[in-house]
């Protein structure tokens, strides 16, 4: 089992910045992704970012990418999500999340992920 817990959400307004991060604990020797997902009411879940546990590669959606970053630190079991020039449309609840794998073809995925944390909320306002 792993078990992952969120912090750092908040309110911010346009423009600003958030830091998310997630502590890792539990049996991680099959987690090769961690990662973070958003989900807003009545939308599906998506992928925000992703980083390989062995090479550290990243993976990021679309909608993010040159204004979040995911980054790992190993020795404190913690992922971060950092978070610039935030939009109205990034408002969402944000979970981590870990598991098999970060992407297919290249691309972010959600399938990978066998284990998800409580989710922390960001609301970005105008």
């Known amino acids: 089992q792993v078990q992952l817990v969120e912090s750092g959400g908040g309110s911010v307004q346009a423009g600003g910045s958030l830091r998310l991060s997630c502590r890792v604990s539990?049996?991680?020797?099959?987690?090769?992704?961690i990662g973070w997902a958003r989900q807003t009411p009545g939308k599906e879940r998506e992928g925000v970012a992703g980083v390989g546990t062995m090479a550290g590669t990243t993976y990021y959606a679309d909608s993010v990418q040159g204004r979040f970053t995911v980054s790992r630190d190993k020795a404190e079991n913690i992922v971060y999500l950092q978070m610039n020039r935030l939009r109205p449309e990034d408002t969402a609840m944000y979970y981590c999340?870990?598991?098999?794998?970060?992407?297919?073809?290249?691309?972010?995925?959600?399938?990978?992920?066998?284990?998800w944390g409580q989710g922390t909320q960001v609301t970005v306002s105008s």
């Open positions: 539990g049996n991680t020797d099959r987690t090769y992704c």
């Open positions: 999340a870990a598991g098999r794998y970060c992407a297919e073809a290249g691309v972010l995925v959600l399938d990978g992920y066998n284990y």
